[in-house]
């Protein structure tokens, strides 16, 4: 069984010291601890959470925003981009027989869920943050995201 206490400990050391990631396999556990690249979000659950321990609790969610511009906006359409915060696989709905989150078209407020992503089988709900209208969704269900990639565009009129 893995000791959390001991893992949160890693954690707290990776995060206070220079290094960028930590990987130490003991008594047939590997844990791997590493820093993201620095974003506007907290992401910090879901990157540094070890594989062996990622069901032990569940993600907070966490609100979307759109790094690669100062205030988000695509400066052409006046839409929001929304970025994905990590690496992971873009869902649209809480499970596979669910309605969506979000569909085009649909009303927004800051704060309200609109997609998951799954990093290292965690389930990180991602929340709005501009209220306004989707037009565009730039992914599609299931498919592999990247850091940065543009999931959604969102006219906040």
């Known amino acids: 069984m893995i000791d959390l206490d001991w893992i ?4 707290d050391m990776v995060d206070g010291s220079g290094i960028d990631s930590l990987e130490i396999s003991r ?3 590997r844990v791997r601890i590493a820093k993201s690249p620095p974003v506007t979000v907290s992401t ?3 990157s540094a959470m070890p594989v062996a ?10 609100p979307l925003t759109a790094p690669d511009s100062e205030d988000g906006e695509d ?3 006046g839409l929001v981009e ?5 690496v992971g696989t873009f869902y649209l709905a809480p ?13 927004v407020e800051k704060g309200q869920t609109v997609c998951i992503l799954e990093a290292m089988k965690l389930m990180n709900e991602l929340e709005a943050e501009v209220s306004g209208t989707i037009r ?22």
């Open 8 to 11: 949160r400990r890693l954690i």
């Open 27 to 29: 008594f047939g556990t």
């Open 44 to 46: 910090a659950a879901a």
């Open 53 to 62: 321990a990622a069901t032990a609790a569940p993600a907070e969610p966490q």
């Open 75 to 77: 400066s052409a359409s």
């Open 82 to 86: 929304v970025n994905s915060p990590m």
């Open 95 to 107: 499970a596979p027989d669910a309605p969506p989150y979000v569909e085009t078209g649909d009303r």
């Open 136 to 157: 565009e969704i730039c992914v599609e269900n299931a498919e592999p995201v990247e850091f940065g990639q543009v999931l959604f565009r969102i006219d906040p009129t």
